[in-house]
T-cell receptor, first 114, second 111 residues
């Protein structure tokens, strides 16, 4: 199936641990994103890569580090996890960054930090 | 700063029409998107407006007034499956495709 996929779907971990979330898209898009959706359902952009180059880097703690090995993959590594990192993380992709570029979202990764 | 406001919750009856409003104050404007998000699922694209006026797509229509910083999503012939959150998002920035999302409106459709 053509889609944006994320692994894992659920992630439960202890404070202080380091974890990674992986994202892959097979839509042939050249731009990928990471969003965080908090408990109030507010969806906020974190990072974006275009052709493996970082183009959006919002005010995010440097414990969060995205990595894009190629156009089809965008991973998110989080160091020293904190309680406030608990949220749903969505990956998305689009073709280009022009005026109208529909973003396709992955199914989300629900991260719970205990 | 960036500010996008939507009502938090709305309730409507199956078969009826509902209008979900969105007002925005953003630094830059390159279009307004509406997304639908069912509980526990990913947001999915509904509509895009960049010029003033109404865009119709089946049971869903979206309106934009750039001078007023205002948009609405109109859902007709409501069905139970339309119960979801509706997210208004403004595209800002030049060379990037950065979307600023509102807090979303949770719509409950009742029989």
């Amino acid at each position: 199936d053509t889609a944006v996929s994320q692994t894992p779907k659920y992630l439960v971990t202890q404070m202080g641990n380091d974890k990674s979330i992986k994202c892959e898209q097979n839509l042939g898009h050249d731009t990928m994103y990471w969003y965080k959706q908090d408990s109030k359902k507010f969806l906020k952009i974190m990072f974006s890569y275009n052709n493996k180059e970082l183009i959006i880097n919002e005010t995010v703690p440097n414990r969060f580090s995205p990595k894009s090995p190629d156009k089809a993959h965008l991973n998110l590594h989080i160091n020293s996890l904190e309680l406030g990192d608990s949220a749903v993380y969505f990956c998305a992709s689009s073709q280009g960054t022009g005026l109208f570029n529909e973003q396709f979202f992955g199914p989300g990764t629900r991260l719970t930090v205990l | 700063g960036q500010n996008i406001d939507q009502p938090t919750e709305m309730t409507a009856t199956e078969g009826a029409i509902v209008q979900i409003n969105c007002t925005y104050q953003t630094s830059g404007f390159n279009g307004l998107f509406w997304y639908q998000q069912h509980a526990g699922e990913a947001p999915t694209f509904l509509s895009y407006n960049v010029l003033d006026g109404l865009e119709e797509k089946g049971r869903f229509s979206s309106f934009l007034s750039r001078s007023k910083g205002y948009s609405y999503l109109l859902l007709k012939e409501l069905q139970m499956k339309d119960s979801a959150s509706y997210l208004c998002a403004v595209k800002v920035g030049g060379a990037t495709n950065k979307l600023i999302f509102g807090t979303g409106t949770l719509l409950a459709v009742q029989p």
